[in-house]
């Protein structure tokens, strides 16, 4: 079924619009994904918005940017809303927010917009979509780093300046990150299988809550790019039939859901050695097991992040999108 979508009446929200998944309810606009963006617009020079976070950690963000001008990161108080004033010089002003966080940081909720002047249609999104499914990699972890209070420099995340976004941007398509930290195909970075792994989250418009489901007809991708396998193999290597076997149910299903997309299957940046080895055999296995163009296996390098934290940085990221953006590319091309 479709994402439950309540009305705000006599607002502008209905003006407001979504590149990613996000639920809609009379308390405003929740997102919970990494990389969701929002775009609002008025034919003034003003608006002001409020953002309501309920995190997890102290550090929830958005990266803001006015009228295409440089990006700004804007810091959340998890325990209070947070209201934002935008003005400019010119005669009309169009913001864009992007959620920075994963998915188990927390929410954040658009609460509130208004303006003095009218607000208007943004410009819309590019028609061409890009569907991204994984895990911290996808989701941008590790691609930033700050000193704590502790003077120690930690890891965050932002999804923006992840590989498909930077992919999304260089093409000059949609782009969504249906990530998850942590988690894996048939288990998480623990080992554990009961929990909510990615073939629970793909389908829902928040990725804990099952109640609300995405309609793919919302969103009919080109591309399907899945880069998993790093938190199943985390704690060993896992049973060959089984874990195949549940990937390629898992490709069978999104095959359905986008029948006209290129799916490609990636292999980790992250796992290497005899892990990585088995790890690109297993997803090349299953990739060539659908015996089509349409779903093919594809091959990243391996990176290796900073002391603090082995996620790829920003800088690693844009190498993985050169090394994906041909084949992207070409896929595009095709579909034309």
Request: overall charge negative; some cysteine.
């Amino acid at each position: 079924m479709a994402s439950c979508v309540v009305e705000k009446p006599n607002t502008a929200f209905e003006t407001v619009i979504v590149e990613g998944r996000a639920l809609h309810t009379d308390e405003g606009i929740r997102l919970s994904f990494p990389g969701n963006r929002l775009r609002l617009a008025t034919d003034g020079n003003a608006l002001q918005f409020t953002i309501a976070p309920e995190g997890n950690i102290e550090l929830l963000a958005v990266d803001i940017r006015t009228n295409g001008d440089d990006w700004g990161t804007v810091e959340l108080d998890r325990y209070s809303p947070l209201t934002i004033f935008i003005d400019s010089k010119d005669n009309e002003v169009e913001v864009d927010i992007i959620r920075r966080n994963e998915a188990w940081q927390g929410d954040i909720i658009l609460t509130e917009i208004s303006s003095i002047s009218n607000f208007i249609d943004p410009t819309p999104f590019p028609k061409t979509k890009l569907l991204f499914i994984g895990d911290s990699i996808t989701a941008g972890t590790g691609t930033q780093s700050r000193v704590n209070d502790a003077g120690e420099r930690e890891a965050v995340s932002n999804a923006r300046v992840a590989y498909p976004r930077v992919l999304g941007n260089r093409l000059k398509t949609q782009v969504h990150q249906i990530a998850y930290g942590g988690r894996g195909l048939v288990r998480d970075w623990e080992g554990i299988t009961d929990t909510n792994n990615i073939p629970q989250f793909y389908d829902r418009v928040l990725p804990d809550d099952p109640d609300h489901l995405w309609d793919p007809a919302d969103y009919q991708a080109d591309i399907v790019s899945v880069m998993l396998g790093t938190n199943d193999f985390n704690t060993g290597i896992p049973d060959h039939e089984s874990w195949t076997q549940t990937y390629k149910t898992f490709v069978t299903r999104i095959r359905h859901d986008y029948p006209k997309a290129q799916i490609f299957l990636i292999s980790s940046p992250m796992t290497d050695g005899e892990k990585g080895d088995t790890l690109k055999a297993y997803v090349r296995e299953v990739a060539q097991s659908f015996e089509t163009p349409d779903v093919q296996y594809l091959e990243v390098s391996k990176y290796y992040g900073e002391p603090w934290d082995s996620h790829p940085t920003a800088a690693e990221h844009e190498k993985i999108a050169d090394e994906l953006e041909p084949h992207f590319a070409a896929a595009l091309k095709a579909r034309r």
